[in-house]
């Protein structure tokens, strides 16, 4: 195993017994927020995308996969 696999591993154990708190400042960089989505294109006849409590790393780049 590399250390990169190692590391890996480490990091998926911290995430998963990770405590989130509420805190009294600004939103950072790296801060996990949770936040309601509502997508909807304009004008389309497209039904509107809801995705309650996302939660999000802020900072990421984008909140979906290979999005913009």
Not at 4 to 10: G, H, K, L, S, Y
Not at 12 to 30: Q, Y
Not at 41 to 51: F, L, Q, R, T
């Amino acid at each position: 195993m590399t250390d990169d696999e190692v590391n890996a591993q480490i990091d998926r154990f911290r995430e998963a017994d990770a405590v989130l708190n509420d805190v009294d400042r600004p939103i950072v960089t790296g801060d996990l927020v949770t936040m309601d989505v509502h997508v909807q294109k304009v004008a389309s006849d497209e039904d509107p995308i809801d995705v309650p409590d996302f939660m999000y790393t802020v900072g990421s780049g984008s909140i979906t996969e290979g999005g913009r």
